[in-house]
């Protein structure tokens, strides 16, 4: 083929320490390096700018056809859009495949895989400054092992060589009274005169300052320092252990697996490698073990190229209006993302507030109000798909099963609150109502940007809480479009529990595979202030959550009349409520029925139980 008619493709791989982009077309390859790529420590402005740079790797020659970029901190779906939305701004009108830049080492390994081979599973194991595991077998499933970071994760890596040097060195010292050879290699590396000056030294240092010390363990193993050998043995069986368990979710033991070694410790150290290398062959018969031969960037032309053919699939899901794609394991409810926000209620003008700037502050709290006043009509216009939904969560709790509420922003914080409200009103296991925020527990005080945006977060969510078919998982979205609360519900719903939906967008089409147990859509009409959902949306969302754990705690036993009688009395006015609950069920005079309480560690269907056995 001649350059002039082979397409262009440009692949690049981000990682903590540098970015590569790598431009090919036909037998010509040019490579070019840029600054630090993780797109979690990156602005906007800054990914732009290393964007802008590194297209100068295709000056003077064809525009790309595809471009694919890996990058790390690229793990959610909005990271990889910020990715997507800001190379369009460099590469535009061309498709852009955003991913982790595990996929494109992962790609890089696969790239010398001859067809017809029966390779089960390709394990990418990678140990630098950090160490993950990573792979994917012949059927497409992907799996990743570690990554958790150095606080709580990292076996294996040069961040945790070289503080195992660290604290080897403190406590031989400790043990012997004299420093040992490797504790006076780490010092004459560190320009340290004597042991007590690391600990202060160990409190400011980087993470990637600790990691660098991983040379001078190695350096000392090289000359026979018995505590070195013992640290890094110590790491090559943790890095084959943890590479072991990838594999086994991903193939049998029988099957043939290539496990491909990157990362500076891995690549840099020939007798490491060759420890590691022997730990898991000794576990695994049909393990071919090699290094990293192609460098993360030719895996990502690799997609690149494979993007192009999805493209011009005609059965492509590629959009050829943006002619973005994002690289995600599932689809959990991207059709919301399609959804045009002017058809929701909370989008539109209301005609009363269109002089709210101008109102005097008598006038606007009566329009408030008078608004505020109209939701309990519209809610009980949806009563019988209300009560549907506290069946529903009865039945789940009848049966040990738990509630979960799913939401973004105001929603979310409201499904939080009504959650962390129930132990103390109904004396319940924190578990068994549950409230999960898009952004986690950061969204609680402030917005986390992109976070609702996320459905894979959703899914990974319920996953993580074990949700079962004897659950029952209510999504709160006022617009009904957050993509976090339907990937959530698609996901429950996948496990066989039942699904809420709680929205004030009565005009949203829901396809027919995402459709829940129970719509719920009051038609509460526009916000005062447009688009401000914590307004008449959030006040609305209240009353009827008040109702789902209210009603659901009568119906299993946690009121009797309308009394509290579950209460936890873990303050002053609480006990002293509790007396007055025995009191009014018993009669029994205030000394007597505080002291049953006391005797029954203040659980007032005991106490009432004590009170009557005594008549």
């Known amino acids: 083929m001649k350059r002039k008619d082979a397409p262009a493709f440009l692949g690049i791989d981000g990682g903590g320490t540098r970015t590569v982009a790598v431009y090919q077309c036909g037998d010509v390859q040019r490579r070019l390096e840029g600054g630090p790529g993780n797109v979690g420590l990156l602005t906007d402005a800054q990914l732009l700018a290393l964007f802008r740079q590194l297209g100068g790797v295709h000056k003077n020659l064809p525009a790309p056809a595809a471009v694919a970029i890996g990058m790390a901190g690229a793990g959610v779906e909005s990271q990889r859009e910020r990715i997507r939305r800001t190379a369009a701004k ?38 630098g400054t950090g160490s993950v595991f990573y792979g994917r077998n012949a059927r497409g499933q992907r799996v990743r092992v570690g990554g958790w970071g150095h606080i709580v994760g990292d076996k294996g890596s040069a961040y945790e060589i070289g503080l195992r040097g660290l604290k080897a060195s403190l406590y031989c010292y400790d043990r012997d009274g004299r420093i040992p050879p490797l504790g006076q290699r780490l010092l004459t590396a560190l320009v340290l005169n004597e042991l007590r000056e690391i600990p202060e030294w160990a409190h400011t240092a980087s993470k990637t300052d600790i990691a660098a010390l991983a ?88 997609l690149a190229k494979g993007l192009v053919s999805k493209v011009q699939s005609p059965k492509s899901k590629v959009s050829r209006t943006s002619r973005v794609e994002s690289r995600t394991p599932a689809d959990f409810g991207h059709w919301t993302l399609d959804l045009g926000l002017s058809s929701s209620p909370t989008e539109q003008r209301h005609p009363r507030s269109m002089n709210l700037d101008k109102l005097p502050l008598r006038k606007a709290i009566a329009l408030m109000l008078s608004e505020d006043e109209k939701l309990p009509a519209a809610i009980l216009a949806e009563g019988a798909k209300i009560e549907r939904a506290i069946q529903l969560i009865v039945r789940s709790f009848k049966s040990g099963g738990r ?23 109904f004396r319940t296991e924190p578990e068994m109502v549950q409230g999960i925020i898009a952004g986690g527990q950061t969204a609680l005080w402030r917005a986390v940007e992109g976070a609702e945006d996320d459905p894979e977060a959703g899914a990974r969510a319920i996953d993580s809480r074990g949700v079962t078919r004897r659950d029952t998982v209510v999504g709160i979205a006022a617009s009904g479009r957050t993509p976090f609360v339907w990937g959530a519900l698609d996901e429950a719903k996948k496990r066989g529990a039942a699904t809420v939906m709680l929205t004030f967008n009565p005009t949203l089409k829901i396809p027919r595979e995402h459709q829940p147990t129970v719509f719920i859509a009051p038609n509460i009409g526009p916000e005062i202030l447009t688009g401000s959902t914590r307004l008449k949306s959030g006040t609305a969302t209240k009353l009827i959550l008040n109702m789902f754990t209210t009603l659901a705690m009568v119906r299993i036993g946690k009121v009797l009349g309308n009394l509290m009688v579950d209460v936890k009395p873990t303050n002053v006015k609480l006990r002293d409520r509790a007396v007055r609950i025995v009191r009014t069920l018993t009669g029994a005079a205030e000394i007597d029925a505080r002291n049953a309480l006391v005797r029954e560690q203040w659980i007032i269907k005991d106490a009432v139980v004590r009170l009557q056995k005594s008549r």
Do not use: M
Not at 263 to 287: D, M, P, T, Y
């Open 90 to 127: 460099v590469w535009r009108d061309t498709p852009c495949l955003a991913t982790g830049d595990l996929d494109t080492a992962l790609a890089a390994a696969e790239i010398d895989e001859r067809a017809g081979e029966s390779l089960s599973a390709v394990i990418i194991v990678l140990s």
């Open 215 to 302: 040379r001078e363990v190695s350096a000392a193993a090289s000359n026979g320092d018995r505590i070195a050998r013992d640290i890094l043995e110590g790491a090559a069986h943790a890095l084959a252990k943890d590479a072991l368990a990838c594999a086994s979710r991903l193939a049998r033991r029988g099957q043939r697996v290539k496990f491909v070694l990157t990362g500076s410790v891995l690549l840099n150290q020939a007798s490491f490698s060759h420890r590691v290398a022997k730990l898991i062959r000794a576990k695994w018969r049909r393990a071919e073990v090699v290094p990293l031969k192609h460098e993360a960037a030719l895996g990502a032309v690799e």
């Open 403 to 425: 509630l979960f509420y799913v939401g973004a922003g105001t929603s979310g914080r409201l499904g939080v609150l009504d959650a962390s409200e129930c132990p103390p009103t």
